[in-house]
């Protein structure tokens, strides 16, 4: 009762001495805690904002391939088509990346900026289409209308996206002030970028036909030079770069000399010769090459004004962080000398260490723990340390015979991949959605004659080689499994159906290829397989469908004579599975 009592009192002393040394800490440690939260909700700010401008940037951009195929026959330029598909990949890359919300308090609804995103993406789609109809009309069909309609509707998937420039905007200045400059700058160093790639695209479609420009198509480009000269003054004298006036008065130089001076003079020149007639001194595909570097300018100003900012506000931050550790350690000290003192009264008073060597033990031996009696100081420090390496030693073996036993579960016994076991749990994992995957099933063709030829043992080296192979050519993210006797599955963590097909094709050749030698019997031999391939998704929801897929697949492949591989929902070959599928259904729901 007296060692309960002791106890209890040391411990109140304690808390109320820790008590006082966090209420001295305090007064620093809240402002500075404050500041720390401060500076990093506005260096998430300022990072996620570069995304949206980077995502503006790339939108505009594709801009210029996009003209260039409507500019030249359908398909003339396989360089000229694959560059678009590239500027496309990129765009959706940019917009993917802007899908999740901002990591900092806002003062606008998430739901707005959802809406602005999938505004976006539908009228990007709707430009697309309007691109390709026209790259895929004959030159000499095409009119300047749906040239310039097209390029229209690529103009107003930025002006639609500036709703999500605008949300940012409204999100994070809302209660951060010290935000409005940069992101304001920041804005305007991007319209300067699209007014500057706009202007030459209001004229392209004329330029691509050979056709006069049209009132409407000078009235739109100068417009749009207008506001350009409109921002160049806005600009002039500023300070873009902090600290670094020479920096910022280069940067400004180049934009005079390369874009104003080059870029927009060759696009008032174009303008004047439209005017006359549609003989222009360059073709559109020659505009778009000469024209589009000298936006290389404007370019480096965004990314150099953003980077600085950037740059700004993780220099702020840092800052904070470091005094929030500093007083954060100093506090911590305290708080862990008073606790240390603690300890050692309570240790060299109470006995604990004895306590603690048997409850270790008690627990190693899985033995109930019981009450101990006090002894000195030496004998506890050994105990402690005996139990200590004691119980160390017992997890370090449960947790190897764990490990055992969970890989004699999951791994096949003789060509040591995955067993279908591990599969499906694989494929059943769970979660809301479900990954995106393709599913090939490899079957080794005639492996029973190779039994009745060669013997199991020549059988079991086949198949240790074949497992062998596949595992070679895997990704780390890829699986493979033995699923039945000389059947083998394969899960590639990607949802391209093409892709996976050649990845099948590849997989497919190269054991085709290969010669297998039983080193027991001194035989060689090659086998060949087929391949049935299918997308869909894991988790309750899509696992057996996948297989199913697959094995229809994989069936068609085998009817269609072997050594091939077939793709589930191919139209070709859905009749030669239809015609035979419902006793291979029945057979295989079975062995499910």
């Known amino acids: ?26 007064s620093a440690l809240i402002p500075t805690y404050a500041s720390y939260r401060s500076t990093q909700g506005n260096l998430l700010a300022v990072e996620r904002f570069r995304q949206v401008l980077e995502a503006a940037s790339r939108i505009s951009a594709e801009r210029g391939p996009a003209n260039d195929i409507m500019a030249i026959e359908p398909g003339s330029s396989a360089p000229a088509t694959q560059r678009l598909t590239v500027f496309r990949r990129i765009t959706d890359l940019s917009l993917d990346a802007l899908d999740e919300p901002p990591h900092v308090g806002l003062s606008s609804s998430l739901s707005d900026l959802k809406t602005a995103l999938a505004e976006t993406r539908a009228q990007l789609v709707r430009a697309r289409a309007a691109v390709d109809r026209v790259a895929a009309t004959p030159l000499a069909e095409r009119q300047p209308g749906d040239v310039q309609n097209a390029i229209g509707e690529m103009i107003g998937v930025i002006e639609t996206f500036q709703h999500v420039v605008d949300w940012h905007v409204a999100a994070f200045t809302g209660g951060h002030s010290e935000l409005t400059a940069p992101f304001l700058t920041g ?34 480009a100068s417009r749009t030079i207008g506001r350009l000269m409109e921002l160049r003054r806005l600009m002039q004298g500023q300070k873009i770069v902090s600290d670094h006036d020479a920096l ?47 936006l290389q300018p404007l370019e480096r100003l965004r990314a150099v004004f ?13 800052a904070a962080s470091y005094r929030l550790a500093v007083i954060g350690v100093v506090t911590a000290c305290a708080l862990a000398v008073l606790f240390a003192l603690f300890r050692s009264i309570r240790l060299h008073m109470l006995n604990p260490l ?51 036993l969970k890989m004699q579960a999951e791994k096949d016994g003789l060509t040591g991949v995955w067993n279908r076991r591990a599969l499906e749990g694989f494929g059943n994992a769970p979660g809301e959605g479900g990954e995106d995957v393709c599913l090939m099933l490899v079957d080794i063709d005639h492996f029973k004659a190779v039994n009745d030829t060669y013997g199991h043992l020549t059988g079991d080296t086949v198949l240790i080689e074949i497992a062998s192979l596949l595992q070679g050519a ?43 030698r039983d080193a027991e019997t001194g035989i060689d031999l090659s086998v060949t397989v087929s ?20 094995d229809e697949a994989l069936y068609c492949a085998k009817k269609k004579g072997r050594n091939r591989s077939c793709v589930f929902g191919d139209e070709a070959d859905r009749d030669i599975v239809e015609n035979a599928l419902v006793p291979f259904r029945a057979r295989r729901s079975a062995s499910l």
């Open 248 to 294: 910022s008065a280069r940067l400004m130089k180049d934009i005079d000399t390369i874009f104003f001076g080059s870029g927009l003079e060759l696009v008032k020149k174009l303008i004047a010769q439209g005017k006359i007639s549609g003989d222009y001194s360059v073709s559109a595909v020659e505009l778009t090459h000469d024209f589009v570097p000298t």
């Open 187 to 220: 804005r305007m160093i991007s319209d300067m970028r699209e007014y500057g790639g706009r202007a030459a695209s209001q004229i392209m479609g004329p330029i691509a036909t050979r056709q006069p420009l049209r009132d409407s198509h000078i009235t739109d």
């Open 354 to 404: 004895l306590t603690a060597r048997r409850q270790i033990i008690a627990l190693a031996d899985g033995n109930p723990m019981g009450d101990l009696e006090a002894i000195s100081k030496a004998p506890e420090m050994r105990s402690l340390f005996e139990a200590l390496e004691l119980l160390r030693g017992k997890l370090d073996e449960r947790a190897d015979y764990e490990a055992r």
């Open 1 to 26: 009762m007296n060692r309960i009592t002791l106890e209890g009192k040391l411990l109140f002393a304690t808390v109320i001495v820790a008590f006082l040394t966090l209420i001295l800490t305090a």
């Open 306 to 318: 953003l980077d600085d900012v950037v740059k700004r506000y993780r220099s702020q931050h840092g």
């Open 474 to 516: 895997m990704r780390t993210t890829d699986i493979v499994a033995r699923y039945g006797g000389e059947e083998f599955a394969v899960l590639v963590s990607t949802s391209d159906l093409a892709a996976s097909l050649d990845f099948a094709e590849e997989l497919r050749r190269r054991i085709e290829a290969h010669v297998i």
């Open 531 to 550: 391949i049935g391939v299918a997308s869909g998704t894991c988790g309750a929801g899509g696992w057996r469908q996948l297989i199913a897929a697959a």
